[in-house]
């Protein structure tokens, strides 16, 4: 599958410029709704920074199987706990985790079910044994 085909498989044209057959506008030609459209690519793209961290990812992938703790996820990523707790506050200054004590535990878990969606494209590309090579 080519780049624009992969584009209009998954609506990223309608996500950029309105439709999904629309080429980009022209930056004069911009409509009121680009403003909008705008915050969206940009909140897509500090989301793909965000998991551009190998930690930061994998506590997301965790995570998206149910809430843990930080003593639990730093045995699973066999990580020391300070480690975990800073890649945890980054994901929590980004929104894309969230926090509730019990007693003296904190457990995390994902804030929006949207990345748990990303999560299992994530794995369908590059996790699974029918990966294609380009």
Known sequence: MSGSEGIARFGLGKLLFGRA????????????????????????????????????????????????????LEGMLDARQSAVSQQLARLRIEGLVTARRDGKTIFYSLRDPRIGELLICYARIFGGEDRREP
Request: aromatic share 2%.
């Open 21 to 72: 057959d629309a080429p980009a506008p022209s930056p004069a030609a911009a409509p009121p709704e680009t403003a909008a459209r705008s915050a969206a690519i940009e909140e897509a793209a500090n989301i793909f920074k965000t998991l551009g961290h190998e930690g930061r990812l994998l506590i997301l992938c965790h995570l998206a199987q149910g809430p843990k703790s930080v003593g639990e």
